[in-house]
């Protein structure tokens, strides 16, 4: 069985700069994409970045000067490097997978992690 696993979170000044990490665990063979969502405190979840296994990005306008995502295929790893956080960018982010094949299964739907809180603040 596949589980995602986030860290990185945590509590940064206004212009601070976080690093999400996130790491898919299990027999895996390939993961098409992988992504992070977040939702801040009443409010839908939405899309940050998303990378697929060939690299192409997905961004939301809100980030996309600012936020950096990169993916290690090796690894099973995803990264989220925030720079320049502001306040409304507080919220708790998700690592999400797609199309995650095993070496004795295809996962038809996606993957969540338990998600990371990141609070900018004063």
């Known amino acids: 069985q596949v589980h995602l696993v986030e860290s990185g979170g945590g509590l940064v000044q206004p212009g601070g700069s976080l690093n999400l990490s996130c790491i898919a665990v299990?027999?895996?063979?390939?993961?098409?994409?992988l992504g992070w969502y977040r939702q801040a405190p009443g409010k839908q979840r939405e899309l940050a970045a998303s990378?697929?296994?060939?690299?192409?990005?997905e961004a939301a306008d809100s980030v996309k000067e600012r936020f950096t995502i990169s993916r290690d295929n090796a690894k099973n790893t995803v990264y989220l490097q925030m720079n320049n956080l502001t306040p409304e960018d507080t919220a708790v982010y998700y690592c999400?997978?797609?199309?995650?094949?095993?070496?004795?299964?295809?996962?038809?739907?996606?993957?969540w992690g338990q998600g990371t809180q990141v609070t900018v603040s004063s």
């Open positions: 999400r997978a797609h199309g995650v094949v095993t070496k004795t299964m295809a996962y038809d739907y996606e993957l």
């Open positions: 299990g027999d895996i063979y390939s993961i098409y994409a």
């Open positions: 990378i697929t296994s060939g690299h192409v990005i």
